[in-house]
């Protein structure tokens, strides 16, 4: 018997003829990409998402999100779901598969998935977000998902009334810290500097809290234990002192690396990898457009994701009516 996704994956590509021209390809789910979608569609656009696994990116993670305008508070999978409803109502249409190149012909852009296939468009948006970054120090990968999780809301359960630690300072950090005390005796949050970059009201939540106790000014060095965790190796900084501290699970959130391999000959990025972009979302490449944790940019949250979708979707529709001959001048 089938997966379930992938009896869904088999149908969505039955559904969609490869010939087709479309007006507008977002590659990328999360709510950069979802919005994107909407705003293309309501626009009239021929619209076809392209994601490699499941829609939400990152923010599908995320347990409360309560700055987003209008909502009071809203889990990141609820979010994802009235976003998802939101583009198929306007006739977005979506695909399951990996893209893994680009290219241009004829004024076409011709999007390569790992399945073999080819779709075709006039405009791309480019939205597929970041993954975390790793310590890369021992342990590391030999206890992912046996101990190491970049995902609190995931896992924060199989460390009930356990000592957990987790790596770093920025909001992602300390909100999955706060969310973890929900369940585990003690948290041990790690950050390399002096005090954490985290907004201030995130901040007071987590130095309020007493089942957080802050390390600063220290770096994890070694991840240890047999067949799970066992203890973390760390190294103050400041004054070179090692120990070590026995904890079940680490949580490491230090930051991102954008999604943008398979486009890095394709399209101008920078040297991290974010993909290059002006005020109009447009990049180095005429008709390419891009949004999202994927752009080079200051501030990460779903409500500038969405924001720049809409940019993208606004500024890829005008430029497919400049092709088109219809655009109202």
């Given at each position: 018997m089938l997966d379930e996704k992938i009896k869904i994956n088999i149908i969505g590509r039955n559904q969609i003829k490869k010939e087709e021209i479309y007006d507008i390809i977002i590659i990328g789910g999360g709510p950069a990409g979802l919005t994107a979608g909407i705003y293309?569609?309501?626009?009239?656009?021929?619209?076809?998402?392209?994601?490699?696994?499941?829609?939400?990116?990152?923010?599908?993670?995320?347990?409360?999100?309560?700055?987003?305008?209008?909502?009071?508070?809203?889990?990141?999978?609820?979010?994802?779901?009235?976003?998802e409803k939101q583009a198929k109502n306007f006739g977005v249409q979506f695909?399951?598969?990996e893209v893994v190149?680009?290219?241009e012909k004829d004024g076409k852009k011709l999007i390569h998935t790992s399945y073999g296939n080819v779709y075709n468009s006039l405009a791309l948006i480019i939205a597929t977000g970041a993954k975390y970054k790793e310590l890369n120090i021992p342990g590391?990968?030999?206890f992912k998902g046996r101990g190491v999780s970049n995902c609190a809301t995931c896992d924060a359960t199989f460390y009930k009334n356990l000592d957990v630690a987790v790596v770093g300072g920025g909001d992602t950090a300390v909100e999955e810290s706060i969310f973890l005390t929900k369940f585990v005796n003690k948290v041990y949050l790690i950050h390399r500097r002096d005090r954490l970059r985290a907004a201030k009201i995130i901040q007071d939540r987590a130095f309020s809290n007493k089942k957080i106790e802050f390390i600063f000014d220290s770096i994890v060095e070694e991840?240890?234990?047999?067949?799970?965790?066992?203890?973390?190796?760390?190294?103050?900084?400041?004054?070179?002192?090692n120990k070590i501290i026995p904890v079940s699970g680490v949580f490491i959130f230090i930051g991102l690396i954008p999604n943008t391999d398979f486009i890095k000959d394709?399209?101008?990025?920078?040297?991290?990898?974010?993909?290059?972009?002006?005020?109009?979302?447009?990049?180095?490449?005429?008709?390419?457009?891009?949004?999202?944790?994927?752009?080079?940019?200051?501030?990460?949250?779903?409500?500038?994701?969405?924001?720049e979708g809409a940019i993208a979707a606004y500024n890829a529709w005008h430029y497919v009516e400049k092709i088109k001959g219809t655009e109202y001048i």
């Amino acid at each position: 018997m089938l997966d379930e996704k992938i009896k869904i994956n088999i149908i969505g590509r039955n559904q969609i003829k490869k010939e087709e021209i479309y007006d507008i390809i977002i590659i990328g789910g999360g709510p950069a990409g979802l919005t994107a979608g909407i705003y293309a569609a309501r626009a009239g656009m021929k619209t076809l998402l392209i994601e490699k696994i499941s829609l939400g990116g990152q923010i599908f993670l995320t347990m409360d999100i309560e700055n987003y305008p209008g909502i009071e508070k809203i889990s990141g999978p609820d979010l994802i779901n009235i976003m998802e409803k939101q583009a198929k109502n306007f006739g977005v249409q979506f695909i399951f598969e990996e893209v893994v190149r680009v290219e241009e012909k004829d004024g076409k852009k011709l999007i390569h998935t790992s399945y073999g296939n080819v779709y075709n468009s006039l405009a791309l948006i480019i939205a597929t977000g970041a993954k975390y970054k790793e310590l890369n120090i021992p342990g590391e990968s030999k206890f992912k998902g046996r101990g190491v999780s970049n995902c609190a809301t995931c896992d924060a359960t199989f460390y009930k009334n356990l000592d957990v630690a987790v790596v770093g300072g920025g909001d992602t950090a300390v909100e999955e810290s706060i969310f973890l005390t929900k369940f585990v005796n003690k948290v041990y949050l790690i950050h390399r500097r002096d005090r954490l970059r985290a907004a201030k009201i995130i901040q007071d939540r987590a130095f309020s809290n007493k089942k957080i106790e802050f390390i600063f000014d220290s770096i994890v060095e070694e991840i240890i234990g047999e067949n799970n965790v066992t203890g973390i190796k760390i190294k103050n900084l400041k004054s070179g002192e090692n120990k070590i501290i026995p904890v079940s699970g680490v949580f490491i959130f230090i930051g991102l690396i954008p999604n943008t391999d398979f486009i890095k000959d394709y399209i101008e990025i920078d040297e991290f990898g974010y993909i290059k972009t002006d005020f109009e979302m447009k990049t180095s490449k005429n008709g390419v457009f891009a949004c999202g944790d994927c752009i080079r940019k200051n501030l990460r949250q779903v409500i500038t994701a969405a924001g720049e979708g809409a940019i993208a979707a606004y500024n890829a529709w005008h430029y497919v009516e400049k092709i088109k001959g219809t655009e109202y001048i």
